[in-house]
Each structure stands twice: as structure tokens, then as C-alpha cells.
């Protein structure tokens, strides 16, 4: 996201010269002021300088992980032809164990209330099926810079409180899937090249927000951004227990 420093800049040079004639007319001589003392820049402390550096992760995460669902094409490279509904559904199906007899039975049993689920799970079963269809709706916008739309989806992961974000592009015929992730999702936005995710926090008043971005070098959306912000003094739902950045067969950076 573009910074803000230039506009509250802009603002005030506007601010500083409607107010020099108000100044000037009230006798002011216009002398500049000291704003007090610059505190002494400090450099950074390095810690532990003995420390052998480290060649190697300790933890694989994931980040580059990408893969092409195999069972569906894309005709003539338009993702918006391609069924979300079928998409979460081949990703079911490929883990048996983490859905149809594991943790999240729920949401396998639940895909037959969906239609053809592009718009919130909208289809053929009507509003029931809106409802109970855990694929949210589908969103369309170029996030790889190539001039084509991309695929950024969604779907609950139940019983519980998490929600799964994909994007896909397409490669040749191909779609590819170039970013998966779970959390107890409190919100999703697009911005630019990235994807935003926001998730509560057990510490009240805060959040944790995460960005992915697109990087053309390694083709995938990586983790560029991972914070803790304040948002009020509200107290925040817990996240879920255990660890959110073990990869998944899927390649999700959670704890799947």
C-alpha cells in the first residue's frame, strides 16, 4: 500500500500557507521557532556477535509452494470459466483425511448445498444452500501482473471458527494454486499485488494482519508482511490453539 507520509505533508505545506497571511496580519514577524532538541540517532545494538550465522531454515514454511490442480483446465486460459465450487471440492477430495474423516468432516458433507458457488455459494440450492454451502464467494482481479484476472477464494473449514484463503492463476491451461492459508479470519482484503488477512488476537485491542504478495521471481504469493496492530480496546475471540505456520500438503503456511 502506497505510504501516507507524502499526503500528510502535502496537507500541511497547504496548512502552512493559509496560515502565513493570517500571521503576517496580526503582526507576526514570520521568524522560524525551534521545535526543541533532535534526539541523537543511535545505531542498532548487534546481539550475540559469537553466533555462527545460519545457513539454513529451521522450520520449512512454505512460502514458495505452489501446485497445479490436476483434474481441471482452464479453456482458453479464463479462470472466470472455472467452477469454485468443483476447485474446493478436488482439494477435499485429494485429503480424505483432514476432511471426509478427519477434522473438518463438516465442510466435506456440507459441498452437497452448493451449487455452482461463485457468488457466496449461491446455486442451484437456493438460499438454504447459500447458507450452508461453505464456499464464500469468489473474487476476480489480476494479483500477478500478467493482465488476466487471478482467482481468490474461500471456504469454511468446519465445525470451528477457520477459514481457508486460496489464489490461483493460470499457466497455460493449467490452474495453478500460488498461496493457501487457514486462520480464524476476521477479514480479507485485495490490495495491489497482495492479499491482506486479518485474524484476532488473544491480546484485546489487537489484531494480527498478514500480507501476501505476488514476487515474479518465484511465482508464488509470499509472506511479506506478518504484525500485531492495535485496533481498540475491544477484547478480541482467542485464535485457535496450536502452531498456524506448519505447511499443509496443499502448501499452506498453517496448521493443517
Known amino acids: ?63 514458495v509452494d505452489t501446485q497445479v490442480i490436476k483434474g481441471i483446465t482452464v479453456p482458453g486460459g479464463d479462470i472466470r470459466s472455472v467452477d469454485p465450487v468443483r476447485v474446493v471440492a478436488k482439494e477435499i477430495s485429494a485429503h480424505p483425511d483432514e476432511y471426509a474423516d478427519g477434522t473438518y468432516a463438516e465442510t466435506a458433507w456440507r459441498m452437497a448445498d452448493c451449487g455452482r458457488a461463485g457468488e457466496g455459494g449461491a446455486g442451484d440450492s437456493g438460499d438454504r444452500g447459500r447458507a450452508r454451502c461453505p464456499v464464500l464467494r469468489a ?27 486460496r489464489v490461483y492463476t493460470v499457466r497455460g491451461d493449467r490452474l495453478v494454486e500460488v498461496m493457501a492459508y487457514e486462520d480464524a479470519v476476521s477479514g480479507v482484503e485485495l490490495a495491489g499485488r497482495s492479499v491482506i488477512v486479518r485474524a484476532p488476537s488473544e491480546v ?29 480496546g475491544h477484547q478480541r475471540p482467542p485464535r485457535p490453539k496450536g502452531p498456524s505456520v506448519t505447511p499443509s500438503p496443499s502448501g499452506s503456511a498453517s496448521g493443517r
Not at 496580519?25 to 553466533?51: Q, R, V
Not at 498478514?210 to 496492530?229: I, N, V
Request: include cysteine; proline fraction near 9%.
Open 139 to 165: 473474487y476476480y482481479r489480476d494479483l500477478t501482473g500478467d493482465g488476466r484476472d487471478d482467482l481468490t477464494l474461500g471456504f469454511r473449514e468446519l465445525p470451528g471458527n477457520l477459514t481457508a484463503v
Open 1 to 63: 500500500m502506497p505510504p501516507r507520509r507524502p499526503v500528510r505533508t502535502a496537507l500541511a505545506a497547504v496548512a502552512v500557507a493559509l496560515l502565513a497571511p493570517a500571521a503576517a496580519a496580526c503582526g507576526d514577524a514570520g521568524g522560524l521557532e525551534s521545535a526543541g532538541a533532535t534526539p541523537t540517532a543511535a545505531a542498532p545494538d548487534k546481539l550475540w556477535p559469537e553466533l555462527t550465522p545460519a545457513s539454513s531454515p529451521a522450520f520449512e514454511l512454505g512460502e
Open 204 to 232: 484485546a485491542g489487537y489484531e494480527y494482519r498478514l500480507q501476501w504478495t505476488w514476487d515474479p521471481q518465484q511465482r508464488a504469493m509470499l509472506l511479506t508482511h506478518d504484525e500485531m496492530l492495535r485496533t481498540g
